[in-house]
């Protein structure tokens, strides 16, 4: 069996502690989100090419697996645990750099990163957006980014469940 190096992508993986330094070598402006990302589907990666255009670099936090849980998507969630969903999110182009948090929301992380725009998917109202008072009083720009590809993990396990019924 041949062996081969950590691929690049794995580098863009960062803990929350290191997130200061690693930002600070980012191009600007900064950009945050977060979510599960639990089963990668098309709707995330169109929002996540959407979201890097609004600046200079993509900040991406994942929700820990205990925080998912606590969101009460379902007992099986996430499907895919945080280790595998930080590498496919970090193989993405549009991502620079991802990260976790364990908290019910990201908020601490958010005022960690400092993001000069902070976004979240078209089922936010700008002003429900976790840390977007805070984004907005340092200048920052706060955005929704409208679904061009409504789906969603829960639906497409709704799918493969009911096809195994």
């Known amino acids: 069996m ?8 794995e580098h863009k993986i960062c803990a929350p ?3 200061p330094a690693r930002i600070a070598k980012l191009p600007q402006p900064v950009v945050f989100t977060n979510g599960c990302f639990d089963i990668l589907h098309r709707g995330h990666v ?3 090419a959407q979201a890097r255009a609004l600046g200079g ?6 929700n820990t697996d205990a ?4 969101q009460g998507k379902g007992d099986d969630r996430p ?8 590498a496919v999110i970090a193989a993405l182009q549009s991502v620079d750099v991802v990260t976790w948090f364990d908290e019910d929301t990201p908020a601490n992380l958010i005022e960690l990163v400092q993001p000069q725009v902070l976004v979240k998917g078209g089922d936010w109202a700008v002003e429900n957006i976790v840390g ?7 200048g920052g ?5 409208a679904f061009d590809h409504p789906t969603s993990t829960t639906q497409t396990l709704a799918k493969i469940r009911e096809a195994q019924a």
Do not use: G, M, W
Request: aromatic share 6%.
């Open 79 to 86: 499907i895919n645990c945080l280790e595998n969903r930080l």
């Open 2 to 9: 041949q062996h081969f190096p950590i691929p690049d992508f």
């Open 132 to 138: 977007a008072k805070e984004t907005q009083a340092r």
């Open 57 to 62: 670099s993509l900040v991406l936090a994942l």
């Open 67 to 70: 925080s998912v849980k606590r």
């Open 46 to 48: 169109t929002y996540l």
């Open 141 to 145: 720009k706060v955005v929704s980014i």
């Open 17 to 19: 502690a290191d997130l």
